[in-house]
């Protein structure tokens, strides 16, 4: 063999050799990269500042930001109400004396009229009562000359007395200008023309002072009440008019206007209750009815904010907001509803041209568990 040729082999075994060992350290630095750990998310604390965690480009395949923004309101603002009674127009019949009740002449639902009697009670107060009241009368008649004290007719003061503890105990004016004689039994009248709402007097059932008999209410006019989000009440005022639609009168409009606004907002829903006072022509809205209320108003604004950057837990909807410097913060978001499709109305959390990660919330917020050493 030549020296040529020998020269020739040796340097094809190196060459060999060094594919060989490439092979084994490519191999080799193969399966160290599939044997190395994933690196956990990274949390930053800052002391008084909302904690943040390290989301590098490219470890969640798929997410983006989209920006939270305003949009325009039209001119008619919508909410859903429930019909009520006016409790200006509810009126109730209460015992004021102790002892049971003998006739009725309504039930439940009946229509009555103002001074109608209801219910008839008996108690021994009664009685007691009216004798009080013939006796300062007699008194008054066998005495003949006023007897003056100070510029007052004693007589006089004791019917007027004695016609006052009878008033206080439920008699009517007419009722006590007929009494001739002491009766243990008296009717009670409707305070009010209206109908009966609440029946709680049995005949035969004891009754004692304080006790609610009946319940009575009209629904001439009505309340609906309803609901508005807090950056909606510049919108509107007292006395501002309004149209409201029932399911039972889908074709038919009753007209009203705002009477109310609470002086407090709900801090769960971010609402405030309006109450609309609503004519009721036939007495067709009920109470507990769901009306659909139209506000014609200003135009407005709302913010909004995708849907797929909401991310629900148990206590509430988050959203991750871009904190600059590849790192986001998790912010819990009041929403409400909204008629654009994909979009939800942002209450509080967030504030307009704040950047939300979309598209991959979910795995944002398993990243998010894990770096608090949660399970999502």
């Known amino acids: 063999m030549t020296t040529r040729i020998r020269f020739l082999l040796t340097l094809a075994g190196c060459a060999m050799l060094t594919m060989a060992a490439a092979g084994c350290r490519g191999e080799s630095d193969s399966r160290a990269a599939q044997n190395a750990e994933p690196v956990p998310p990274l949390l930053i604390h800052q002391p008084g500042q909302p904690e943040l965690m390290q989301l590098n480009a490219g470890a969640v395949p798929g997410a983006s ?23 200006r127009r509810v009126s109730t019949i209460v015992s004021r004396v102790q002892g049971r009740i003998e006739q009725t002449r309504v039930s439940l639902w009946d229509n009555v009229r103002r001074g109608e009697p209801i ?4 108690s021994p107060d009664f009685m007691t009562a009216e004798a009080e009241l013939l006796q300062a009368k007699t008194t008054a008649n066998l005495t003949g000359a006023p007897e003056m004290t100070g510029g007052i007719n004693l007589a006089e003061s004791l019917v007027s007395a004695a016609k006052r503890k009878l008033e206080l105990l439920g008699m009517d004016d007419a009722d006590i200008a007929k009494i001739t004689a002491p009766n243990p039994v008296i009717w009670m009248r ?3 023309a209206g109908t009966v709402v609440d029946n709680k007097a049995i005949r035969g059932g004891a009754v004692n002072p304080g006790d609610v ?14 609901d508005i989000y807090e950056d909606d009440l510049a919108r509107i005022h007292v006395g501002q008019q309004l149209d409201a639609v029932t399911t039972a009168y889908p074709n038919e409009v009753f007209h009203g206007a705002i009477a109310r606004i609470s002086p407090g907002v709900d801090p769960n829903t971010h609402t405030i209750q309006i109450r609309c006072e609503v004519l009721n022509p036939g007495l067709k809205l009920k109470p507990q009815m769901l009306a659909r209320v139209k506000i014609v108003t200003r135009p407005g604004q709302a913010l909004v904010v995708p849907q797929d950057a909401l991310i629900f837990e148990t206590n509430g909807y988050y959203a991750f907001v871009d904190a600059g410097d590849n790192r986001i913060a998790r912010r819990a978001v009041a929403i409400a509803s909204w008629g654009g499709k994909g979009y939800a109305r942002v209450v509080s959390g967030l504030k307009a041209g704040d950047r939300v990660v979309t598209g991959q919330t979910i795995q944002v917020n398993a990243l998010w568990h894990e770096a608090h050493g949660e399970s999502s």
């Open 213 to 226: 008999l009946y319940s009575l209410g009209t629904l001439e006019d009505v309340w609906i009440t309803g």
């Open 65 to 87: 930001f989209a920006e939270v923004r305003n949009v325009d309101l039209p001119g008619v603002l919508e909410t859903t109400g429930q019909v009520t009674f006016d409790d």
């Open 190 to 192: 409707a305070p009010i």
């Open 119 to 122: 219910v008839s009670l008996y």
